[in-house]
């Protein structure tokens, strides 16, 4: 079992009420409960906080971070920023979710502007497992349906993922590569698509079931940290 | 421009109504006109031919073969698939093109089943460029629809491609990669997806483009072919 | 732990006096009890046993296989060679060491020759981590080192790997992917490089440990098994 | 044939005597005319020109900017690393060479630290092809030496690269990822290892050879721009 820290703007729960009304403990409580529930060991953290709730004592204690932000994204420290990417490079796990696309913490990870077409209808979307071989794919079947969600289309501007597991489909004629990881110095990122504000997603099984199995996924063993020394040669350097 | 060979079963064309009514002259002469008028030195080759059309001679002045078969992927003769697997690792592009999915050449190259769903129910397919980097995506723009096509659905049983350059949408609630490139010794190699014998898929422009700029990116430049002795140490092996 | 099942081809162990001495209970017997020592559940198989000792039941009952062979890679049957390939298809991890990268199962996974240039002349082996984020990383720090081994040198004619967790350095001057992984259906596969005959590998410590996190790696989790039934439309096909 | 732009801090240059002696023009006069020798159209540009030479009215000339520099990374400007960056997401080359791998661009568009090992011995460098698929690897053969150059050895902290084309092995042991490519959204990327200003690397055929093809490489057609706006559903949203 992971200790995850569950990251959540909490902002849009507080002044919009159709948001409150599906969430009134804030997005990141459902989340929480979602990775508590398989047996993830959870604390949380928001932007509110002094230090966004994001200190090093948390960090160092965190195996893996997940992120939903969405109208405060240029609120967020950069010292935080500094921090967490730094703690990623270093092997902390990261899931960024939904319009967690456009933080800066993402962007900085990628290197590119992480833009996409989006449309709020409300509409259905299948999210389809393309790599069965992969952890976080565990348990889902071939596909699971969101009866309504904001829809993310193609063209997503990030690399191109190390792993695709997920591609959705969406009733208005789109697709979005949905569920990517990429590796990152000693870190594994996750970005899973979907949990629009507006819908109860992170209540959904699957939804959860996801981002659990990334928790997991993210946490495992790694390589040794970065060690900064330059080294003598180990071997002789004659000409031969 | 590369040299390219269309290679195709020819044989629903012949014994099948309404798929002659589109392809009097076969499927493959449908694509060698699309290969032509876009300035590709182009030849065909048919199943029925003595050695399927693909002698030794044939595939040495072969940059790149493309492949189309359906019925009778069971009678390519083993020594072909041998000759057409040794030249693809030796330099030579292939692009195999929708049902050439279950081809002996495909699956060989894969180590897969290449499985997939399918239904013909003659549905909307509509394509998305996800790779925007790439030679195959020039002149697409960022999607492009199929009014009509067979679906194939996830999950493809095949490797993970090294490229993934287009995603379908189809109708009826599936997606499938549809544009996959994979490197196997000095060959590249793409799959492209569209192209059911009863729609007259391969007169579309957008269909014809995607296989022509799939011709020039497998035709183009590589590394040395393999060179099979081994080496005396480069470099002194005296304990250091 | 993972279930786990070593193969080997135990010929030169038997016929060869100075591999007998190194290994007198057989090649299969010193990679057995590493991974016994890591805390996996471990039987054995060999060549000579009937259908090699991998039998539908054996097979059934094993998360990963590893494989060692040399000599006799011509004298593994069709039928199991068929069975294993399934078997990896459908989820089973797959250990491929050393001179295994000529083994029939491997090289029909792959879909490439698997050639590489080699030397044998007991020269020294550098292992180098360059995924540091990867499981089979853990505990290896940024290099080891193998004082004498048989040397393989690019170019390894295989897929590009989906993940390149270690490169060789050889004395001699060549380098070689030496920790390789590929995902074939839902199946994951590791090559390994290091493990001539002549030489104790399979005892050094670093050796058994590169091998017994990949087992733990090859045996987590997955996505579903391949359904092989076509789809009824699960969205209307009418038009819009 | 591609616009290349050859970018050069010349700050050692002037500055160091031995360095002088080897670049009296700048080293990105030596780059540029091993990509004039090929055929490229060249212009340079260095870091005391206004907006150190990379207008936007240049950067829309240039299909292909080459980056070298070392000791004035942070002198070089936010808003040029900028610029440089939006340039290259939409679509214009990019070849960082050598000490490059800590310029501010390269981190940018990386989301690492890109550090690795270093050591100045001038100890000998052997670079093998990996990639006999890639057209960067045209014409270097199976691998070419560097007699004397400066260590740089792994872990190298960067994204696992798409592609990788190019390792290194040197006289004291170590390996290096040295000719690696990234996608990062329309533009291409590649890193090449050589070129320490203390040796007249930029003066070697092979080295000149593979400059001049990931120019090539990297100037290929490609996708289309991003087009910001936000899609009106295309498929009917009604309940199926």
Redesign the interface.
């Known amino acids: 079992m992971a200790r995850v820290t569950v990251w959540g703007e909490h902002r849009q729960e507080r002044s919009d009420r159709p948001v409150a009304a599906i969430y009134p403990d804030g997005i990141h409580a459902a989340i929480a409960a979602g990775l508590r529930g398989a047996g993830h060991d959870v604390r949380t953290a928001t932007l509110e906080e002094p230090e966004h709730g994001l200190s090093e004592a948390v960090l160092a204690a965190t195996d893996v971070l997940t992120w939903w932000g969405h109208v405060a994204h240029n609120e967020v420290d950069d010292a935080v920023v500094d921090r967490v990417?730094a703690r990623v490079?270093d092997?902390m796990g990261l899931i960024v979710l939904h319009s967690g696309h456009h933080s800066r913490i993402f962007r900085?990870?990628?290197?590119?502007?992480a833009?996409l077409?989006?449309?709020e209808?409300g509409?259905?979307e299948?999210l389809?497992?393309?790599?069965?071989?992969?952890?976080i794919?565990?348990g889902?079947?071939?596909?699971f349906?969101l009866d309504h969600e904001e829809?993310y289309?193609?063209?997503?501007?990030v690399?191109?993922p190390?792993?695709?597991v997920l591609?959705?489909?969406?009733?208005?004629?789109?697709?979005f590569?949905s569920g990517c990881t990429?590796?990152?110095?000693?870190?594994?990122i996750f970005y899973f698509r979907p949990g629009h504000e507006t819908h109860p997603t992170y209540f959904h099984p699957m939804v959860r079931r996801v981002i659990a199995?990334a928790a997991?996924w993210a946490a495992?063993?790694?390589?040794?940290?970065?060690?900064?020394a330059?080294?003598?040669?180990?071997?002789?350097?004659a000409e031969?």
């Open positions: 990417q490079l092997g900085r990870l990628m290197g590119t502007t833009n077409h989006w449309r209808a509409e259905r299948r389809w497992v393309v790599d069965r071989s992969h952890p794919a565990e889902l079947g071939e596909s349906v829809m289309g193609e063209p997503f501007d690399p191109p190390d792993e695709l591609i959705s489909w969406f009733q208005g004629g789109e697709v590569r990429w590796r990152r110095g000693r870190g594994r199995n997991s495992g063993p790694r390589g040794a940290a970065l060690d900064l330059n080294p003598a040669p180990a071997e002789p350097l031969g």
